[in-house]
C-alpha cells in the first residue's frame, strides 16, 4: 500500500519521462489531481484525464510533453513536504524559484497553487514539491 500518493506520482512521472514514454498512469486523489493540474497550466505536461477502472477505482493518465529534439521538457521533479516532515512557507519566501524557470508547488487555504500565485495572492502554505 502507498502512505504517500503525491510521492508516488512524482516518481511515476520522473520514471516514465527518464524512459520517454508518451503516457502515464498515476494512482488517483484529489491532491496528486490539483498538483497535475498546476504542472498542465505551467506546461510540463501535455494533458491529463481521470479515468475509472475495475468498477470505483480512478486513475489519472497523463500525456507527457517532449521538445522537438525529443527531450523532456521536465528536468527535475523533487518532493519537498514528506508526511514525516512537513514544511511550510509563508508568502514572502515563495516569490520565485530556479530564477522563474521552475515552479513550486504550494498547498494554500485558496487551494494548491503554483509559487507565483501563490505570491500574487499573498498566502502561503505547505511546499509539495517542485519541478523544472
Given at each position: 500500500?502507498?502512505?504517500?500518493?503525491?510521492?508516488?506520482?512524482?516518481?511515476?512521472?520522473?520514471?516514465?519521462?527518464?524512459?520517454?514514454?508518451?503516457?502515464?498512469?498515476?494512482?488517483?486523489s484529489?491532491l496528486?489531481?490539483?498538483?497535475?493540474g498546476?504542472?498542465?497550466?505551467?506546461?510540463?505536461?501535455?494533458?491529463?484525464?481521470?479515468?475509472e477502472?475495475?468498477?470505483?477505482?480512478?486513475?489519472?493518465?497523463?500525456?507527457?510533453?517532449?521538445?522537438?529534439?525529443?527531450?523532456?521538457?521536465?528536468?527535475?521533479?523533487?518532493?519537498?513536504?514528506?508526511?514525516?516532515?512537513?514544511?511550510?512557507?509563508?508568502?514572502?519566501?515563495?516569490?520565485?524559484?530556479?530564477?522563474?524557470?521552475?515552479?513550486?508547488?504550494?498547498?494554500?487555504?485558496?487551494?494548491?497553487?503554483?509559487?507565483?500565485?501563490?505570491?500574487?495572492?499573498?498566502?502561503?502554505?505547505?511546499?509539495?514539491?517542485?519541478?523544472?
Amino acid at each position: 500500500m502507498v502512505n504517500d500518493l503525491v510521492a508516488d506520482a512524482l516518481t511515476r512521472i520522473r520514471n516514465a519521462s527518464m524512459r520517454k514514454l508518451e503516457v502515464t498512469e498515476l494512482l488517483h486523489s484529489k491532491l496528486v489531481e490539483s498538483v497535475i493540474g498546476v504542472f498542465a497550466d505551467k506546461g510540463y505536461i501535455e494533458s491529463f484525464n481521470v479515468i475509472e477502472k475495475d468498477g470505483n477505482k480512478k486513475y489519472i493518465k497523463i500525456v507527457l510533453k517532449y521538445d522537438d529534439s525529443g527531450k523532456s521538457v521536465i528536468t527535475e521533479i523533487k518532493k519537498i513536504s514528506n508526511p514525516g516532515r512537513r514544511v511550510y512557507e509563508p508568502h514572502s519566501n515563495i516569490k520565485k524559484f530556479k530564477n522563474g524557470y521552475g515552479t513550486i508547488v504550494v498547498s494554500t487555504s485558496k487551494g494548491v497553487l503554483s509559487n507565483d500565485a501563490a505570491y500574487a495572492k499573498g498566502v502561503g502554505g505547505e511546499m509539495i514539491c517542485s519541478i523544472w
